[in-house]
């Protein structure tokens, strides 16, 4: 989920994969493992995420599925998962808009 965040919130911004990277100081190929939940980001990848969108960092590690691993599910976790799924579904419906357009 959280790799799939990073990509929307790319693909919000109207940039292209290598046009991030660049801004990011990481290569190509690492964002694209990164969106496509190969690799999990950096704290320090994410924090230059947050900085170049002018973001809080927590709200981009809110889609970090393994945030809480290892605690006990309980209504927080699920509220927190339904609403992330909503908000990237949301986000891919600006996404289809755009391709459209």
Same mark, same amino acid.
């Given at each position: ?7 929307l919130i790319?693909? %919000?911004?109207?940039l *292209? &994969?290598?046009?991030?990277?660049e801004?990011?100081? +990481?290569? &190509?190929?690492?964002?694209? /493992?990164?969106?496509?939940?190969? *690799? !999990?980001?950096?704290?320090? +990848? ?5 900085e170049?969108?002018?973001?809080? !960092?927590?709200?981009i590690? %809110?889609?970090?599925? *393994?945030? @809480?691993?290892?605690? @006990? ?9 339904? !609403?992330? /799924? *909503? +908000?990237? /579904?949301?986000?891919r419906? +600006? ?7």
């Open positions: 989920m959280l790799g799939e965040a990073l990509r790319r693909v %919000f911004h109207d *292209k &994969q290598n046009e991030l990277a801004r990011l100081d +990481i290569s &190509q190929s690492h964002l694209s /493992d990164i969106e496509r939940c190969r *690799k !999990v980001p950096s704290h320090e +990848i994410v924090a230059r995420y947050a170049e969108f002018d973001l809080p !960092v927590s709200s590690w %809110f889609f970090d599925e *393994k945030l @809480t691993e290892g605690t @006990t599910p309980g209504a927080i976790e699920k509220a927190r998962g339904v !609403v992330a /799924d *909503k +908000i990237l /579904d949301f986000l419906m +600006i996404e289809r808009k755009r391709a459209s357009s």
